[in-house]
């Protein structure tokens, strides 16, 4: 028999628990290195996802050296996914930015800085004040974000920012806007417990947001899971139902099933007429959805039709419906998110337990991006447009008005092709790894290629954007700074700073304050000296708004309390208890966001994808998430050597059998994915999972998106990952 050694410490994958570190023999591991015995601990909240999980940092000498998840927080509730058990190795990472880069050479921030304010002072003086924009992300703290927003608008004089939130949640957003008059997502997670159905459109939370799908395992009502996706996902395994619907043919099913329902009997007809308007237009507008209709467009027979929308009758009042990328990323996607939204209006699954329209966010703080990025949307989810709201800001804010610009800034894609057009000349990147991640990636490369200045700044200097830089400015990642997260159920969480940044790597907050030095503008944001001043500052901008936060008094509350729900103003500020504060949602007394507190009804007819398959390119790619190590670029998750282990070494391609058989490919054979645009290799791995035609590739590699077809929702100008199309040819073995 052979005897293995003793697992260190350093792999272990589990609770660093008291009785670990006392007898570590007993769960097979050698001594606690000196290094890793903690003498205190502190609280944070995980930095991938939009979950926001609760993780208990272990200290030694005042630095993390480990993590468990909180058992205390009301999101997680002591559990954490792969991603969040190794927030800490991937800050150890060799290719951290340690020093600023000037044309790939090291250089001082002195240097680094007078260069920044040289060559962006001279694109925006000789271009004017479009020439230049910046793009944010929902990776950064929202004090960061916000701060980089109004310097770059109020300070810095540019017009143009938006944000890698664009990619993942603008969708939710403007449908959102639209149905309730304002973005706000109206769920809390304890309505995954309290379903008696729960609808997953465009969703794999199994994978994609896993602690989620651990609340909806803690349900003990014998709930209903139903799942809408056109692979059969981890997600649609273990579903009682499954819809294997033709790629973006939702709006259509979502149509259908509202048909259905009208014609079944399945209405709040009280809640229809007291909480929402043009329902009788979109009951006409539907009335052409029939069954046969649907079944032929969707590739869904009509009596599993009828059985979902049976479900959804017989199971109201607890039906939640929930969607993500499969939704948002999408040709139609606002239209989709919005027939989501008619469903649960029409059926009154809104504003109570177990129920909900609810958008799951991608990023950490996305949703802090959307109220606090100040790139389409005035500061606290305000409009630029408006003049009593950039008064409003100013006031807040200290700054002048007239430095506050009266348009909202052009959409990611829109500033892409303003580059390609040469009217943006200088781009600044923060926290965001485009061109791996952008849609139709060669060509955003090029476009890249050809400005007069191009900034990043991130925590890694061997980013694929990074490495077209001119100048990289080296970023303290989570961990090695504070500030304040928002997580999807709109929980504002804290994250302290527990380790030092390598080498002279600053926080984002910390070179933004340096920027307005450098630039001259330090004077308009010398009360914005550090993350809880600023959080100061916008509690006063969110004031009046559906997202009012000035009833929480300062980090120190959040920490204490597990977080806090927006919103949260003075009033109930005053009355606030922890434990009574725990769960809240939205819209429970059926009064919404619009001038006469009533939901829209919003629909528009179908349009056809514009990457159809054709006789070159017979199949459609999806594509989407790979495993749960593994997190959008990989920027940070390759980094870990536990999370590796979790992921195929090559780039496999899902490929259903009949197609693998007609292409005569076999399993594990190498094959060329071909779109008009691209071409790459990978492995095929044949599989029921995908249907006939289509063929599924994760994201996370640096080529997919070289083959995606760049269209964008026109409401959203959200890109379209999920239909382009490819053909798929074997190579000969070598």
């Not at 310097?151 to 143009?160: C, D, T």
């Not at 969703?203 to 809408?228: D, T």
């Not at 709040?268 to 539907?286: L, Q």
Request: aromatic residues 8%; charged residues 20%; contains cysteine.
């Amino acid at each position: 028999m052979i005897t293995l050694p003793a697992p260190t410490f350093r792999e272990w994958n589990g609770p660093l628990t008291a009785d670990l570190v006392r007898e570590p023999a007993k769960f097979g591991l050698g001594q606690v290195p000196a290094h890793l015995m903690p003498d205190a601990t502190t609280k944070a909240i995980c930095g991938f996802c939009s979950t926001g999980c609760g993780l208990k940092l272990h200290l030694k000498d005042g630095e993390a050296v480990n993590l468990t998840p909180d058992p205390d927080y009301p999101v997680n509730l002591g559990t954490a996914c792969p991603k969040g058990w190794e927030a800490l190795s991937v800050l150890d990472a060799p290719d951290r930015a340690r020093m600023p880069l000037l044309h790939g050479k090291e250089v001082d921030w002195d240097t680094a800085l007078r260069y920044f304010c040289e060559k962006m002072k001279g694109v925006l003086d000789q271009h004017g004040p479009e020439a230049a924009a910046f793009i944010s992300t929902g990776q950064i703290m929202f004090e960061e974000m916000a701060f980089l927003g109004a310097l770059s608008k109020f300070g810095m004089g540019m017009i143009h920012g938006d944000g890698n939130t664009r990619q993942c949640m603008a969708t939710a957003v403007a449908a959102y806007k639209e149905s309730f008059g304002f973005d706000a997502p109206p769920f809390t997670y304890a309505d995954f417990e309290e379903s008696d159905c729960l609808v997953f459109i465009g969703a794999n939370p199994c994978i994609a947001h896993p602690i989620m799908w651990q609340r909806v395992l803690r349900n003990k009502r014998s709930p209903q899971v139903i799942v809408v996706d056109p692979r059969t996902t981890e997600t649609a395994m273990a579903a009682t139902q499954h819809y294997a619907i033709r790629p973006k043919s939702d709006l259509t099913l979502l149509y259908g099933l509202a048909h259905l329902i009208i014609s079944q009997g399945g209405l709040d007809e009280s809640f229809i007429r007291e909480n929402t308007n043009g329902f009788d237009e979109f009951a006409a507008f539907v009335a052409d959805y029939t069954p046969a209709k649907v079944a032929e467009e969707t590739g869904v027979a009509e009596e599993r039709l009828h059985l979902f929308a049976q479900t959804i009758i017989t199971r109201t009042p607890r039906v939640s419906f929930w969607w993500t990328m499969g939704v948002n990323q999408g040709h139609q996607a606002t239209r989709t998110a919005q027939a989501i939204i008619n469903l649960a209006l029409m059926t009154g699954n809104i504003g109570k337990p177990g129920t909900g329209a609810n958008s799951i966010t991608g990023q950490c703080n996305a949703m802090g991006s959307r109220l606090f990025s100040n790139t389409t949307n005035l500061l606290g989810g305000h409009d630029f447009r408006n003049p009593r709201h950039r008064e409003k800001v100013a006031g807040a804010t200290g700054i002048p008005v007239e430095r506050i610009p009266d348009r909202p800034s052009l959409a990611y894609d829109q500033i892409i092709d303003a580059a390609e057009a040469g009217t943006v000349r200088a781009l600044w990147f923060v926290a965001t790894n485009p061109s791996h991640s952008w849609i139709d990636q060669s060509r955003f490369n090029r476009i890249l290629d050809k400005l007069d200045f191009l900034v990043v700044q991130d925590m890694y200097c061997t980013t694929e954007t990074a490495q077209r830089a001119h100048l990289v400015l080296p970023a303290a990642g989570w961990g090695e700074k504070e500030g304040c997260f928002i997580n999807s159920e709109r929980r504002i969480g804290h994250s302290p700073k527990v380790r030092r940044a390598p080498g002279q790597a600053l926080a984002d907050f910390h070179i933004f304050r340096l920027i307005a030095h450098y630039w001259g503008c330090e004077d308009l944001f010398r009360g914005w000296t550090s993350p809880e001043a600023v959080f100061r500052v916008l509690q006063r901008c969110t004031e009046g708004q559906p997202c009012d936060i000035t009833g929480i008094n300062g980090h120190e509350m959040i920490r204490r309390s597990g977080g806090v729900q927006w919103p949260l103003d003075r009033v109930e500020g005053s009355k606030f208890k922890v434990q009574s504060f725990k769960e809240r949602r939205l819209f429970e007394d059926g009064q919404f966001y619009t001038p006469d507190k009533k939901a829209k009804f919003i629909f528009d007819a179908p349009q056809a994808a514009p990457d159809q398959r054709s006789a070159e390119y017979p199949l459609i790619l999806i594509t989407g998430r790979g495993t749960s190590a593994q997190w959008h670029t990989e920027t940070r998750t390759a980094k870990s050597a536990v999370l590796a282990k979790m992921v195929p070494e090559e780039l496999m391609l899902d490929l259903n059998v009949s197609d693998a058989l007609k292409l005569r490919i076999k399993e594990g054979m190498r094959v060329r994915v071909i779109s008009p645009r691209a071409e790459l290799t990978a492995r095929a791995r044949l599989t029921t999972c995908v249907s006939p035609g289509e063929v599924f590739l994760p994201m996370h590699d640096r080529r997919v998106n070289q083959l995606t077809h760049a269209s964008f929702d026109p409401h959203s100008r959200q890109p379209s990952y999920k239909h382009s199309a490819v053909r798929v040819e074997a190579m000969a073995a070598k």
